[in-house]
């Protein structure tokens, strides 16, 4: 299991095996690892990761509070498909939150950080290489959120992961329709080298660069 999305977990929520489940079916959005009109079965959630039905009925209705995932009639949950107008729309409040998201983190960002970042985007660049869109979406997931959670925001960061819950799925499907080459220019290398240089301003636009590049792939 990939690293869980720590925003979403505070030192007053409760561990329990809904909110655990809760906590690992959002990293997997974020990930996209489901696609747009999936059906999401709670029998099968439930097995795959040694639940009862109860928590995992509990997880998928808050997933379902925050968008994620809808009820498409009374019995059927889905991955939600996302207009062409609101997926951009989402990346346009991505770039915007996600900037000052990082501008708030740049201060907290130390070598050691630096450094995860340059092996993770190493991971990704193999990844688009070999044309892995399972290992793309992971690495982009979790360069940008060891970012972010840096910046301790306690009303921004659980913001951009709602957005990030509702922009995987579909942002997968559209690697999948035009390969992860598509992903051209390599923004990250410029944040890291940003970082390098302690420069806010070149970091926060490469940021935004990047998730303009997502943009584009939409036009």
């Not at 959005?29 to 709670?42: H, N």
């Not at 009303?155 to 957005?163: G, Q, R, S, Y």
């Not at 890291?192 to 970091?203: C, E, K, V």
Request: proline share 3%; glycine share 6%.
């Amino acid at each position: 299991m990939t690293t869980e999305s720590t925003a979403s977990r505070t030192a007053f929520s409760p561990d329990t095996a809904s909110t655990r489940l809760h906590r690992a079916l959002r990293v997997r959005l974020c990930e996209g690892d489901f696609t747009p009109g999936e059906v999401i079965s709670i029998r099968r959630i439930a097995a795959k990761y040694g639940t009862g039905t109860m928590p995992a009925r509990e997880a998928i209705r808050w997933l379902v509070t925050e968008g994620a995932l809808i009820f498409s009639d009374s019995r059927k949950i889905i991955v939600p498909e996302l207009s062409h107008d609101r997926f951009h729309e989402i990346l346009f409040a991505r770039k915007n939150l996600e900037t000052e998201v990082s501008r708030q983190a740049f201060d907290h960002i130390g070598v050691a950080d630096i450094e995860a970042l340059e092996r993770i985007d190493e991971q990704i660049n193999d990844a688009i290489a070999q044309g892995d869109l399972v290992s793309y979406m992971r690495g982009n997931y979790q360069f940008h959120f060891h970012i972010y959670r840096l910046s301790q925001s306690q009303v921004l960061l659980p913001l951009v992961e709602i957005l990030w819950l509702q922009y995987g799925p579909s942002m997968r499907y559209i690697c999948t329709r035009w390969g992860a080459s598509s992903i051209a220019d390599d923004y990250h290398r410029e944040v890291t080298q940003a970082l390098r240089r302690g420069d806010l301003t070149s970091f926060c636009e490469a940021i935004a660069a990047d998730i303009e590049q997502g943009m584009l792939l939409l036009e």
